[in-house]
């Protein structure tokens, strides 16, 4: 059994392979500023692409990309706003969510969920 860590880096490799496939080229992986952090950072055709990974060991709790609820959501704006702004960025954006469920690692459950809504006062959207 992989670490938490671990987990989380493998589903962000195959988040990103996902992503590369779709087309779109991954410009930054682990982005941070202090405490604020975005998993990928990518470019599609004509927008940027802000992309959080959810990776877990099986669904027993639920599907990851559900454990992005509210709360999460606004702390994500808030990092792609200081992102925009240190890169003074002027393009359309949005957020979506990969998630990654790995009860066969031999076929991981991948999921891309394409323009989450970032605020759902509370409630999940897809």
């Not at 393009?91 to 891309?112: A, C, G, K």
Request: with cysteine.
């Amino acid at each position: 059994m992989a670490s938490h860590i671990e987990l989380g880096k493998w589903g962000e490799e195959l988040a990103a392979d996902l992503l590369e496939r779709k087309g779109m080229r991954i410009l930054e992986r682990d982005w941070r500023s202090g405490h604020r952090d975005i998993d990928i950072v990518a470019r599609s055709a004509d927008e940027l692409v802000f992309v959080e990974v959810k990776t877990r060991e099986s669904d027993a709790f639920g599907e990851p990309w559900k454990s992005v609820d509210w709360r999460k959501r606004k702390n994500i704006l808030a990092s792609i706003n200081q992102y925009i702004r240190s890169r003074r960025i002027d393009m359309p954006f949005r957020f979506d969510i990969v998630s990654v469920t790995l009860s066969n690692p031999e076929q991981p459950q991948i999921e891309h969920i394409e323009n989450v809504q970032l605020v759902s006062f509370g409630c999940y959207s897809r």
